[in-house]
């Protein structure tokens, strides 16, 4: 970790928050929104603050677990307990009922199993799922994970990481083979990953399950990026590849849709 280069983190944000309590929720808000680990410095330059201020402030959030220290001493990410949170807040959300209205009927239109996924870390987490009514199927649950390097909506949400931090993922992670087409190459995944961001999808091609394809699209985002994609599975005997791609603007158009029940609650906040 030593060799470690120092993000850049753009232009000048205030801390806002009337009391301490506020002030580290702002900036963990701000820690947040990175894809790249920070130091002190970098916040000083980033908000303006004192670095003692910003140095206690640190040292409260790592305290609690929702920030970590790398092994150089210098270099910060988010912590192991931040990142439940989020899952736990995806995983119990209030829209659960609207999305899975989305993810059931995807299902009966393309006759296949739906799920709605997010990243944490190294792994996929299956936020929803539908199956489909066939008696053949692979039975998942939310809450399963899968491993980011062998899963389509991992290499999607994935193709959009910043050279850095891909490089950082697929370096420092376990690639292990699930089957024989599970690649483990990190120049061949990052090569992949550059595809799949040039044609909006992802397709897993037997790459966790030995007999199971799957193609994921993202639920675009209000920033332009996204950790959450819809993706439909499928058991090899019923669907290839090229099925798969065919049904793309149904899978693209149930991503859409999930969308706009953000932009819903969006527009009530405001009103």
Avoid at 63 to 87: K, N, P, Q, V
Avoid at 106 to 111: F, G, K, N, T
């Amino acid at each position: 970790m030593d060799n470690l280069a120092e993000p850049g983190l753009g232009a000048e944000l205030s801390l806002v928050g009337e009391t301490p309590a506020l002030r580290l929720i702002s900036l963990l808000e701000l820690i947040s929104t990175r894809d790249e680990i920070f130091t002190l410095q970098s916040l000083v330059v980033q908000t303006g603050l004192p670095k003692p201020t910003l140095h206690r402030m640190l040292q409260q959030l790592e305290g609690a677990g929702l920030i970590t220290r790398h092994s150089d001493g210098r270099h910060y990410g988010t912590g192991a307990r931040l990142r439940r949170m989020a899952e736990d807040i995806l995983l119990n959300d209030t829209r659960h009922g609207a999305r899975r209205a989305i993810l059931a009927q995807l299902a009966e239109d393309v006759e296949e199993s739906c799920n709605l996924t997010t990243v944490a870390g190294s792994d996929v987490i299956y936020l929803d799922r539908v199956e489909t009514q066939h008696p053949l199927r692979v039975h998942l649950e939310a809450g399963a994970r899968v491993p980011i390097h062998a899963s389509a909506s991992g290499k999607m949400i994935m193709s959009q990481y910043g050279e850095t931090q891909r490089r950082r993922l697929l370096a420092g992670s376990q690639l292990p083979a699930f089957t024989p087409h599970t690649m483990t190459d990190p120049d061949r995944i990052d090569a992949e990953l550059t595809e799949i961001r040039e044609q909006g999808f992802a397709v897993d091609r037997q790459e966790y399950l030995d007999g199971l394809v799957c193609l994921a699209v993202l639920v675009p985002g209000e920033a332009g990026r996204s950790n959450q994609c819809v993706a439909i599975q499928a058991p090899v005997l019923r669907k290839s590849e090229d099925d798969l791609v065919a049904l793309l603007p149904l899978v693209q158009a149930a991503a859409e849709k999930i969308s706009r029940i953000d932009d819903i609650d969006r527009s009530t906040e405001i009103a």
